[in-house]
């Protein structure tokens, strides 16, 4: 089993940046892609972005590319959300989650992954 705590949300003024911090705990040698999901009021679960744990390029979904970033420390098992020009659009609360499944691409589908954090709210005012 992994646990995964989120941390860092908040709420922040439209154009400010914000970054949310996911920690794993548990049985963390067997994770192999860690991502982001957000979910807004009466939308669906929607893929903000996800990494490799062990190294490679982050995939984003569309409606954050060129604003959010992900990065990892896995001497901390530590993923991190960098949100900058934040619009209101981002309010959702958003989802740590992870995949102890080995694959060549990473998967924007929630039901891909395996472990899931109890989520941090982030709101932004416009």
């Known amino acids: 089993q992994v646990q995964l705590v989120e941390s860092g949300g908040g709420l922040v003024q439209a154009g400010d940046s914000l970054r949310v911090s996911c920690v794993a705990s548990g049985r963390t040698f067997s994770t192999y892609i860690m991502g982001w999901f957000r979910q807004a009021p009466g939308k669906e679960r929607e893929f903000v972005g996800a990494?490799?744990?062990?190294?490679?390029?982050?995939s984003y979904g569309d409606s954050v590319k060129g604003r959010f970033a992900i990065s990892g420390d896995s001497a901390k098992n530590t993923a991190y959300l960098q949100m900058n020009n934040l619009q209101p659009e981002d309010t959702a609360v958003y989802y740590c989650?992870?995949?102890?499944?080995?694959?060549?691409?990473?998967?924007?589908?929630?039901?891909?992954?395996?472990?899931w954090g109890q989520g941090t709210q982030v709101t932004v005012s416009s």
């Open positions: 989650a992870a995949s102890s499944r080995s694959r060549v691409q990473i998967p924007k589908m929630s039901n891909m992954y395996d472990y």
């Open positions: 990494i490799f744990w062990r190294g490679g390029r982050p």
